[in-house]
């Protein structure tokens, strides 16, 4: 049986439950996820129709690319979801995440556009792009 995991927003107005198993995370050093998280954007991953909403009064989409579009809650600003259109998953953020999760940092992507005031200083995979 998969565990379901739960997450929210930092105020509550999104909360959503997770019905499948926890892909590893990768944290994204591109520019938009440091613009939208303040930092980089750590992530995992489940199927698209595995994430069952159960509070979305706060939540709003941004076309973040031509290919890709952000969730976030409006009311308290929380970086919630990162979705390609041409994927069947969608990518939540691993903060987000209530309780322990089970998951670990696998990677890096995205290194070539990471920030000069950090260093990784991490054994995972660093990949220069996706």
Do not use: N
């Not at 927003?9 to 303040?38: D, F, I, M, P, W």
């Amino acid at each position: 049986m998969t565990k379901i995991h739960k997450g929210s927003c930092e105020c509550g107005a999104v909360t959503y439950e997770l019905h499948a198993q926890l892909r590893a995370v990768s944290s994204c050093h591109c520019s938009q996820c440091r613009k939208t998280s303040g930092h980089f954007w750590a992530a995992t991953s489940v199927p698209e129709d595995k994430l069952v909403l159960t509070k979305d009064i706060g939540l709003k989409w941004f076309r973040s690319s031509k290919q890709a579009q952000r969730g976030f809650c409006s009311e308290c600003g929380s970086s919630l979801f990162y979705k390609r259109d041409e994927t069947p998953s969608i990518a939540i953020g691993a903060g987000t995440l209530d309780g322990e999760t089970g998951v670990t940092t696998v990677k890096h992507i995205f290194v070539k556009d990471k920030g000069d005031y950090y260093d990784l200083g991490d054994d995972c995979e660093e990949l220069e792009t996706w």
